[in-house]
């Protein structure tokens, strides 16, 4: 299949949403990553983007919408809480999992009661949302288990031949995926931290926001440098305790080709560590990467990392050695999140 590259002009932003109507899959951008659209209310078309990423049909999909009023069609009540944190962070990296009125298929949301929502800070995927006149689903614009893309050539590199086009725009603002937060019980949850932190939203709407225990346990996991990656996508495989209530948080995800081993501790430790390492891997032929950001410049890491992870695959690099940011803040902790899943929680410290 041709992928058609449109430039966000009026004309073609109705040209993807012919295509959307017609049940094709359109990649668009947001402020956070890519999303891979189609029509959310369409099970085969839902069900073409499940195959075009290669994702396992047990995770389920964000719904992107346009305006806060869209809320009303996917969930039977809107509530005060809700409406609260739409106004609040929307347009913005915030999706919110809510309970799903019927007309939502099954596919979409994986089978679960629940779907996820989001209104996205870019105003020509707003314009497309709208003009297709559906909500779109979105899961990032990659090949599932890839780095999430925070460029239209990520995207194009991933998926080009595979979907029917790509709405082009800028790179992406924040360069890690939305935090999904759980509104639909009595208490307000993390499920996926992102750069928007609980603090943050505990300060705006004044209720404590938890963080799913499956989240908190991965902070602590440390394991041994020459600990083999699970070859089955499935990260602790085996381990009770870990059952993430975001289905997507259990897959191995961003995963370079190369290893990847992330130096926990002080930065000037860090630094010899990852110096030491790299000469002895290169003494030994490797080609070796690495990825060391300020600790304190986190919107500049959350930028950065896949796309520096999808250089080092460009490039062939055998090793990539990355220095942990601290996580006690909610930024830092969700750029870990991303960048242990990303080794394989392959962590040492020094
Ligand atoms: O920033 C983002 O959220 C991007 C952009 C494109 O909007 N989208 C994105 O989608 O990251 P995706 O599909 O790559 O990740 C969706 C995450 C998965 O971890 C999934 O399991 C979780 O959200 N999720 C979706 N629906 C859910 C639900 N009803 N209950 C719990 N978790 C849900
Ligand atoms: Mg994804």
């Given at each position: 299949m041709e992928t058609k590259l449109l430039e966000p002009t009026h004309e073609n932003i109705k040209e993807a949403a012919r295509i959307i109507k017609a049940g094709g899959l359109v990649a668009f951008p947001t402020e956070t990553v890519y999303g891979l659209g189609?029509?959310?209310?369409?099970a085969e078309a839902v069900a073409s983007v499940y195959k075009a990423k290669g994702r396992p049909s047990d995770n389920p999909l964000i719904v992107h919408i346009a305006e806060i009023s869209d809320m009303a069609k996917l969930t039977p009540v809107v509530t005060d809480m809700m409406n609260k944190l739409a106004k609040h962070f929307w347009p913005g990296p915030l999706t919110m999992v809510v309970k799903k009125t019927e007309n939502v298929p099954e596919i979409t949301t994986g089978g679960l009661d629940t779907v996820a929502v989001r209104l996205p800070d870019n105003k020509n995927t707003r314009e497309l949302i709208a003009v297709s006149g559906c909500p779109l689903v979105g899961p990032s614009a990659n090949i599932s288990g890839k780095p999430s893309p925070t460029k239209a050539a990520h995207v194009v590199d991933d998926l080009c031949g595979k979907i029917d086009a790509v709405l082009m725009g800028e790179?992406?603002?924040?360069?890690i995926e939305s935090t999904v937060l759980d509104v639909s019980g009595e208490e307000l949850t993390i499920l996926r931290p992102g750069i928007l932190t609980a603090e943050q939203i505990e300060n705006s709407v004044g209720v404590k926001v938890n963080l799913d225990p499956a989240l908190i346990k991965k902070k602590h996991t440390i394991q041994s440098p020459d600990r083999q990656k699970s070859d089955n996508g499935l990260l602790e495989d085996g381990d009770p305790d870990f059952k993430p209530r975001a289905p997507g948080m259990k897959y191995r995800h961003y995963a370079p080709n190369a290893e990847m081993l992330i130096i926990e501790g002080s930065a000037d430790n860090v630094k010899k560590e990852i110096e030491q390492r790299k000469a002895q891997n290169e003494a030994e032929g490797k080609k070796v990467g690495v990825i060391l950001f300020d600790s304190d410049d986190f919107e500049e890491a959350a930028h950065e990392l896949f796309d520096q992870l999808r250089m080092m695959d460009k490039t062939g690099v055998d090793l990539i050695l990355a220095g942990a940011l601290p996580s006690e803040d909610g930024r830092g902790f969700a750029i870990m999140n991303r960048m242990l899943k990303s080794a394989g929680n392959n962590i040492v410290k020094v």
């Open positions: 189609a029509d959310a209310m369409n790179d992406c603002r924040v360069g």
